[in-house]
């Protein structure tokens, strides 16, 4: 059995040790086991390029070291994820190279378990598991999120979450786990509603941050400039934007959050969570977690699949995360199908415009988001089921994927759209 071990850890500690321990049982007992210590990778943030998917089908064109990871995945029969809790979530460390997991997918449409979801590029992909260490106020909440963002992740990675354990778990169970394949998996809930944010005074100014690694480029800055344009035309309102994807200023905008009056934190949905980028930002935060007078806190999360259900798991997150920090949760605008907004015209945008425009506007009035809005902006939380065979049929034609197949027309790879790079021979 051929096992890879996915090591987010930041820096070496007793997690370590614990992992050591797991790959040498497993080697006794005769699996191979190939140990990815990803501190010691050269990886790089994804930027949502889609370069992988329309210029070198099924290969990150970032020049980094995350090629030997997603070969070693894909040869794999089971993969583990692992990684040490920061503020409330697995490693910043391992995000950034499940982003960098993306080419291992195709970026065609599917409807899979009654959802939008993009069809496999492989024939395998191996099982999952995901083992966490937990922080000094790790709680059952923290543990039941993760293992629901994490399942959804499986899902979208083609494979099935198997258990999520922490490392207060003993090694022996974990590796019978890998070996004996479960008949049961980690399911994540289902049908989850908005969380209702709470009503604060309404503030003057807004200190809002926006994750979209493509930076100015993406699809989050447009709909969180809409939400702060609105909250400015009000008298004596005004706000600033911080772009995440300016790495090196990290430290400069976690004093901007901590000197805020109220914040606001927009990103795209990559792998069912926050970029890895997003998640480095959250981690600068950890001095301010408990600290009296933290800034109440609202979010913006847009993703390309269609039905808003997506962004629901990570939500719940983010709401617990303002927990850590001591600070009032103002609620989050999720958006489906938010991939198009920067290709169309203000005309087609108009109502998505006018509805972020009066949250903003709203908000700077009374201090809460209007819940009617924001299930305008949300459109479609979940495709009926009835509609499950149109969608299917849609699919087939050839204008279900005209927006891929346009680009790799233009980048002359049409013809090796299909490439499955990593058990290919012409893969160097």
Avoid at 260 to 266: D, I, M, R
Avoid at 300 to 313: C, I, K, N
Avoid at 316 to 331: C, D, E, H, I, S
Wanted: a positive charge; glycine letters at 8%.
């Amino acid at each position: 059995m051929n096992i890879t071990i996915l090591n987010g850890n930041p820096e070496y500690s007793s997690f370590d040790t614990y992992l050591t321990q797991l790959k040498t049982g497993l080697e006794t007992k005769g699996h191979s086991v190939v140990q990815l210590d990803l501190c010691e990778l050269t990886l790089r943030y994804c930027i949502g390029c889609f370069g992988c998917w329309v210029k070198t089908p099924g290969v990150c064109s970032s020049q980094d070291e995350s090629c030997e990871m997603r070969r070693a995945v894909i040869h794999s029969d089971f993969t583990l994820w692992a990684a040490p809790l920061r503020m409330g979530f697995p490693s910043a460390l391992l995000k950034m190279a499940l982003d960098k997991s993306i080419p291992l997918i195709h970026p065609y449409a599917v409807v899979d378990r009654g959802e939008a979801h993009h069809r496999p590029r492989y024939d395998h992909y191996p099982r999952l598991g995901l083992l966490i260490e937990p922080e000094a106020d790790t709680d059952s909440m923290d543990l039941e999120i993760i293992a629901d963002i994490f399942s959804r992740t499986a899902i979208n990675l083609k494979s099935r979450l198997e258990f999520s354990l922490t490392s207060d778990t003993p090694v022996d169970e974990i590796a019978n786990r890998i070996i004996n394949k479960s008949k049961s998996f980690v399911q994540a809930k289902k049908r989850l509603k908005a969380l209702i944010g709470e009503r604060v005074t309404p503030p003057n100014h807004l200190t809002i941050f926006n994750g979209s690694p493509r930076g100015r480029k993406g699809n989050t800055p447009i709909m969180l400039k809409q939400f702060a344009e609105g909250f400015a035309s009000m008298p004596g309102k005004s706000f600033e934007i911080h772009n995440l994807n300016r790495l090196k200023e990290h430290d400069k905008f976690t004093q901007a959050f901590a000197n805020a009056e109220c914040v606001w934190l927009g990103f795209p949905l990559y792998t069912d969570a926050m970029p890895g980028m997003v998640k480095a930002f959250i981690e600068t935060l950890a001095p301010l977690r408990g600290r009296k007078n933290n800034p109440p806190i609202g979010f913006l999360v847009q993703s390309g699949f269609p039905e808003t259900l997506h962004s629901r798991h990570v939500e719940r997150y983010l709401q617990k995360l303002t927990v850590r920090l001591n600070a009032p949760y103002l609620g989050t605008i999720v958006k489906g199908g938010g991939e198009g907004v920067r290709m169309m015209s203000d005309e087609r945008n108009a109502q998505l415009f006018e509805a972020l425009q009066g949250l903003g506007r709203g908000f700077s009035k009374t201090g809460q988001l209007n819940p009617e809005l924001l299930k305008v902006v949300a459109g479609v939380e979940r495709y009926s089921i009835f509609l499950g065979p149109i969608f299917r049929l849609f699919l087939r034609l050839p204008i279900a994927n005209g927006y891929w197949d346009t680009q790799l027309k233009e980048n002359g790879v049409y013809e090796e759209r299909f490439a499955r790079p990593y058990i290919e021979k012409f893969f160097d």
